[in-house]
């Protein structure tokens, strides 16, 4: 009797035991259950959010739901949703200064859109090929509106940004080509021009002159003459607003402008003994380019004549 008891007391225990392991398999398994459904239902919430591009709200959401369960590829949603964010203020930036015709800053902003973006990236792609198309029109123009002015090397550093982007441009290169053309031409009439102006200048300041009275008149070293270039204060000339075809204005300029020569005293020494057989023993600075020369006469030294150091004309 006593052994029965035992035995009943017995498979009462290891009963308890069971039901005590059932309920707790029992309740780790709905408490992973519903562990896992609250994942899922988080999840499920933020990919909606993001595909309604509340990128933000996304993120709050799959953060929440880590907290249920670690899970990679939701990790990789909410850094995928992150650049997502930057992407979408790229397109909008990109579409206002598209708007503004602000083409490059466009341009910048559009390359941004990630591929990733589905949907703002095909689109960006086609506003990065309106902006060149336009940026390049409206280059052209400018261009084109230089070139009539006659202003052919600025015209030319547009269309080097055009190639910089499209190096295979036809119309681009074409016009290019006909600017550095017609660079090669204008240079190539104007230093003809100098040539010819040089000549008449001179030959005005040596023998003509006739109409003006001898205290008017541009007076010049022939050797001084000889030694400026011409040619280049001509140009400068021209580049100051000149008269191209006004001799006696280019004689005057020239005598006012001309760059004095490095050797200048060495030439009206020669000059001046050429011409008096007088030998200069210094000269001294009066004002502005004329200066004082002096030569040595009957033992002391004596003011002599007074010299241009610009046109080498020198009087008593």
């Known amino acids: 009797m006593l052994k029965i008891i035992k035995n009943l007391k017995h498979k009462k225990v290891i009963i308890g035991l069971v039901a005590l392991v059932f309920l707790g398999i029992l309740t780790t398994g709905v408490y992973?259950?519903?562990?896992?459904?609250?994942?899922?239902?988080?999840?499920?919430?933020?990919?909606?959010?993001?595909?309604?591009?509340?990128?933000?709200?996304?993120?709050?959401?799959?953060?929440?739901?880590?907290?249920y369960k670690s899970d990679d590829s939701v990790t990789g949603k909410i850094d995928l949703a992150t650049k997502l964010i930057t992407s979408?203020?790229?397109?909008?930036?990109?579409?206002k200064f598209q708007r503004d015709l602000k083409y490059q800053e466009a341009i910048d902003s559009f390359k941004k859109v990630l591929e990733t973006d589905t949907k703002r990236y095909s689109e960006a792609q086609k506003r990065i090929q309106e902006c060149q198309s336009a940026m390049v029109k409206a280059k052209l123009t400018n261009a084109s509106q230089l070139a009539d002015a006659q202003k052919y090397d600025q015209a030319?550093?547009?269309?080097?940004?055009?190639?910089?982007?499209?190096?295979?441009?036809?119309?681009t290169i074409k016009l290019k080509d006909q600017y550095t053309q017609a660079i090669a031409k204008a240079k190539a009439d104007a230093d003809a021009k100098a040539v010819k102006y040089s000549a008449m200048v001179t030959d005005y300041l040596m023998n003509g002159q006739g109409d003006k009275s001898e205290a008017d008149k541009w007076k010049w070293s022939q050797t001084f003459l000889k030694q400026v270039n011409i040619e280049s204060v001509y140009k400068q000339y021209i580049a100051n607003g000149g008269n191209a075809d006004d001799v006696k204005s280019f004689a005057a300029y020239l005598t006012q402008n001309?760059?004095?020569?490095?050797n200048w005293k060495a030439l009206f020494e020669k000059d001046l003994?050429?011409?008096?057989?007088?030998?200069?023993?210094?000269?001294?600075?009066?004002?502005?380019?004329?200066?004082?020369?002096?030569?040595?006469?009957?033992?002391?030294?004596?003011?002599?004549?007074?010299?241009?150091?610009?046109?080498?004309?020198?009087?008593g």
Request: glycine share 6%; no cysteine.
């Open 258 to 262: 001309a760059p004095i020569l490095s």
């Open 156 to 171: 030319i550093v547009i269309l080097d940004e055009i190639l910089k982007n499209d190096p295979t441009n036809a119309e």
């Open 32 to 67: 992973y259950f519903n562990n896992v459904r609250t994942f899922q239902k988080l999840v499920s919430n933020a990919d909606t959010a993001v595909t309604a591009e509340n990128y933000n709200e996304g993120i709050t959401l799959y953060t929440e739901a880590l907290k």
């Open 273 to 315: 003994y050429d011409a008096l057989g007088k030998k200069v023993t210094r000269l001294e600075h009066l004002q502005g380019v004329l200066y004082q020369s002096y030569i040595v006469e009957d033992g002391a030294e004596v003011p002599y004549v007074a010299v241009s150091s610009r046109t080498g004309y020198f009087h």
């Open 88 to 95: 979408k203020a790229d397109y909008e930036s990109g579409f």
